[in-house]
């Protein structure tokens, strides 16, 4: 019992997330949820409009943390999604669950975190299969001079 309390003590440097599919839901629905269970962490829902976009546009990449700070840019592509947090007009939705990485990976010239890479997926792809979503995250990952920060 002490060595269950002692685990529970532990402050988490982690997210959470529920997924319940159609198939195990009783109506047919999906249900997603996610937490940052980070401690001392407030998040904040974020909105990126629908949008067209001209050749050559740019797509500031923003710290997560850090807004104002920019990392780098990416090409844009012809059409955003609205996205809404972790949803996109589609109702394709990501959620992750990380613990900080092996320090040996970290890479501080990295311009893409995980939120990045969400938020990218989200306003770019309408499906999480197919060749939609894997060309439009290659394309952009190929373009990036720096890809992952720590």
């Known amino acids: 019992m002490l060595s ?4 529970l003590s532990i402050p988490s440097s982690a997210c959470t997330n529920l997924i319940i599919t159609k ?14 269970d ?3 962490y407030s998040g904040w829902l974020t909105h ?3 949008g067209r976009h001209i050749p050559g546009e740019k797509l500031a990449i ?6 104002a700070e920019i ?16 949803m996109n007009e589609r109702q394709l939705c990501i959620v992750e669950t990380t613990f900080g990485g092996r320090e040996e990976l970290v890479n501080p010239e990295g311009m893409l975190g995980y939120d990045n890479v969400i938020q990218l997926a ?4 309408s499906t999480a299969r197919g060749r939609n979503w894997k060309t439009s995250m290659l394309r ?9 920060p720590g």
Do not use: M
Request: hydrophobic share 35%; charged share 15%.
């Open 140 to 148: 952009t990952r190929l373009k990036s001079k720096r890809l992952f």
């Open 62 to 67: 923003r710290s997560f943390w850090h807004p």
């Open 4 to 7: 269950l309390a002692a685990a």
């Open 48 to 50: 990126s409009p629908a």
């Open 122 to 125: 989200l306003q770019r792809c």
């Open 71 to 86: 990392r780098g840019y990416v090409d844009q592509v012809e059409y955003t999604y609205n996205v809404i947090g972790y």
């Open 38 to 40: 980070t401690f001392g």
């Open 23 to 36: 198939g195990a839901s009783a109506d047919g629905s999906v249900i997603c949820t996610y937490n940052c």
